[in-house]
C-alpha cells in the first residue's frame, strides 16, 4: 500500500524534500541523541550535499535541526542568524566517503554540558533520513519508530537484561539490533517498540550495570 506521505512529501520549507527537510531531520535527530543543546558543531558534507547543498540550503537545514526545529518551521533561511543568537558555532567542510549514499552528512557535535556525539546519516527521499554510524558504531534505523539507543559494555546478559527492563512494563520491542565496535567493548543497541517508552523505564536501563548511555527518539503522533 503507498502511504500519502510517499505522495505528497513531508510538509516543510523548500525547496527539496531531500536536501532541505530531510536535512533538518539529520540535524534535529542529532540534537536529540545528544540530549541537550548544541554549543558548536562540526558538519562534514558528502556527494549532492556538498555539491548543491548550499543552493537548497541543506546548509542552513541542519542548523535549523540541531536548533530544535522541524521542517516546516518558516525560519529556517534565518537559521544561521538564531545559531548565533543561542550561541551555537558551526563549521562546514566536504567529506569524502566511500560507497555512501550521495546525501550524507557527518556531525560531531558538542552541547553546552560537554556531552559529545559523532552521527553519520543520510536523507534517503522524500524527507526520510537512516541513521548510520553513531560514535563510531554501525547501525540502521531511521527514527521513525519509538527508538531506544542504548550504550552499554560489551558483556554477557546486558541485552537480556535491558530486554527484561521493558518487557515487564508491557512494552512491546518490534525490533532489536546489537552493534559493536569490537568484542568485549562497548556496544550500541537499538531498541524500535511499538509503544512509547517513558522516562522511568529509561531510567531502570540507566541504571543497570554497565550502562553509559540512554537517548531515545520518540514517533511523531
Not at 48 to 61: K, L, N, P, V, W
Not at 103 to 108: E, F, G, I, V, Y
Not at 132 to 161: M, P, Q, Y
Amino acid at each position: 500500500m503507498t502511504d500519502i506521505f510517499d505522495i505528497l512529501g513531508p510538509v516543510m520549507i523548500g525547496p527539496s524534500s531531500s536536501h532541505t527537510a530531510g536535512a533538518v531531520r539529520i540535524g534535529l535527530i542529532g540534537r536529540t541523541l545528544l540530549e541537550g543543546e548544541p554549543k558548536h558543531a562540526k558538519i562534514g558534507l558528502f556527494g549532492s550535499f556538498a555539491e548543491t547543498g548550499r543552493g537548497h540550503g541543506t546548509d542552513r537545514a541542519i542548523v535549523a535541526g540541531l536548533l530544535g526545529f522541524q521542517p516546516d518551521f518558516e525560519g529556517i533561511p534565518r537559521s544561521f542568524e538564531i545559531a548565533g543568537e543561542r550561541g551555537l558555532e558551526f563549521e562546514f567542510y566536504t567529506a569524502y566517503l566511500r560507497d555512501a549514499h550521495p546525501n550524507t552528512a557527518l556531525l560531531d557535535i558538542v552541547s553546552f554540558d560537554g556531552e559529545t556525539l559523532s552521527m553519520t546519516a543520510a536523507s534517503t527521499g522524500g524527507g526520510r533520513i537512516r541513521v548510520e554510524k553513531i560514535d563510531g558504531i554501525d547501525v540502521s534505523f531511521t527514527g521513525e519508530e519509538n527508538t531506544l539507543i542504548v550504550r552499554h559494555r560489551d558483556v554477557r546478559g546486558r541485552v537480556a537484561d535491558i530486554a527484561g527492563v521493558i518487557s515487564a512494563t508491557g512494552i512491546n520491542i518490534a525490533d532489536m539490533s546489537l552493534c559493536r565496535a569490537a568484542r568485549g567493548g562497548d556496544a550500541l543497541e537499538v531498541i524500535e517498540t511499538d509503544q512509547r517508552v517513558p522516562s522511568s523505564v529509561r531510567e531502570k536501563i540507566e541504571g543497570l550495570d554497565g550502562i553509559l548511555r540512554v537517548s531515545y527518539c520518540e514517533k511523531k503522533a
